[in-house]
């Protein structure tokens, strides 16, 4: 049930999330540049949505960087990672494939190549490594140490608990953290795109590689590993030092 919970929430989370950049960059959408604060605000909405569907299940890691850093602090068992991340990454290509269904005729009509990978894939504003490199970890940092965070303050003073299911399960703690990632995306999304999750990233990157989108060009493997290493750096740190701090009770 974990598995599923994770591989049916990524695919909610980038259906809803690259849907609305399809949205807003595709060619003849209705939303066609509504402009980055719809990006935004659809990609926190959809991390909302994703939460509630399956927090109550497995947590709603939903991305590799979130289960990595709880098993970094011996709060998430190490055994379950393999599954969690196979999940995530599958269910981020299956959420893209129906991205690609629902806006089908469009991909004809848009021209860029990079435009239709976008859809898919982060890709740098200014393409300097580590540059880039750096923001998506100070993205991720504030990602989990914002969930994190949001969690220690649902629990007593002094028992803090890092049990994501109860947290995510019910109430207002899904939407905190779906506007956590808008805030993170409009503070801080201009440089990369904000991957802050690697099967985010990955899963829909494959999905651009096989699927027969005209004039689609190539999916950029150059850059491939920094929306997928960054994260995971960013977010171990962030569990290490919360808990260093002793935050979280």
């Given at each position: 049930m974990e598995y599923l919970a994770e591989f049916v929430g990524t695919a909610i989370l980038i259906l809803l999330g690259g849907g609305v950049v399809a949205g807003v960059t595709l060619a003849k959408s209705k939303a066609?540049?509504?402009?980055?604060?719809?990006?935004?605000?659809?990609?926190g909405m959809a991390v909302a949505m994703a939460v509630y569907v399956t927090g109550q299940y497995s947590g709603a890691h939903l991305n590799p960087a979130i289960t990595l850093a709880l098993a970094s602090t011996g709060d998430f068992?190490?055994?379950?990672?393999?599954?969690?991340?196979?999940?995530?990454?599958?269910?981020?290509?299956?959420?893209?494939?129906?991205?690609?269904?629902?806006y089908l005729p469009?991909?004809?009509e848009t021209?860029?190549?990079?435009?239709?990978?976008?859809?898919?894939?982060?890709i740098p504003a200014v393409r300097n490594i580590p540059a880039n490199f750096l923001t998506e970890v100070i993205g991720t940092f504030l990602l989990v140490f914002g969930v994190l965070g949001i969690n220690a303050n649902m629990n007593p003073i002094g028992e803090g608990s890092t049990d994501l299911a109860a947290l995510f399960g019910t109430g207002f703690a899904p939407l905190l953290i779906g506007l956590l990632v808008t805030a993170?995306?409009?503070?801080?999304?201009?440089?990369?795109?904000?991957?802050i999750n690697p099967a985010r990233d990955l899963g829909p990157r494959l999905a651009h590689l096989v699927l027969p989108i005209p004039g689609k060009g190539g999916s950029d493997w150059s850059y491939a590993w920094v929306p997928v290493v960054a994260p995971i750096v960013g977010g171990v740190l962030a569990a290490q030092v919360f808990g260093l701090i002793g935050f979280g009770g």
């Open positions: 066609n540049n509504g402009g980055w604060i719809v990006i935004t605000l659809g990609w068992e190490l055994a379950l990672v393999p599954g969690y991340i196979a999940a995530q990454i599958a269910g981020a290509f299956a959420g893209a494939v129906l991205v690609y269904l629902a469009h991909w004809k021209d860029d190549a990079a435009t239709k990978l976008g859809v898919f894939s982060t993170i995306g409009l503070s801080l999304g201009g440089p990369t795109g904000y991957a």
